[in-house]
Nanobody, 115 residues
């Protein structure tokens, strides 16, 4: 089993920055994809960004140039640096780890963008 613990959400003003972290523990297959999804009220969960264990990155068009995903394989941790935040970025952000052993989700962390 894999556990994902997210941190770093909170309230930020438009134009501000936040950094999300997600630490994975448990039985983690070395070849995997870690990513961030978000879900706003009344909307479907959507991919924000993902990164493979060898560093290939996929970023949603809506956040390109503003959000950066990175990971530390030694720590089994993925980060999401969010800059120039907009009100439409407000959502619950979920960490995800996907491998041949399964698909795992964190509990989510709230990001609120408001003045």
């Amino acid at each position: 089993q894999v556990q994902l613990v997210e941190s770093g959400g909170g309230l930020v003003q438009p134009g501000g920055s936040l950094r999300l972290s997600c630490a994975a523990s448990g039985s983690i297959f070395s070849i995997n994809v870690m990513g961030w999804y978000r879900q706003a009220p009344g909307k479907q969960r959507e991919l924000v960004a993902a990164i493979t264990s060898n560093g290939n990155v996929n970023v949603a068009d809506s956040v390109k140039g503003r959000f950066t995903i990175s990971r530390d394989n030694a720590k089994n941790t993925v980060y999401l640096q969010m800059n120039s935040l907009k009100p439409e970025d407000a959502a619950v952000y979920y960490c995800n780890l996907r491998s041949g052993w399964g698909d795992y989700w964190g509990q989510g962390t709230q990001v609120t963008v408001s003045s």
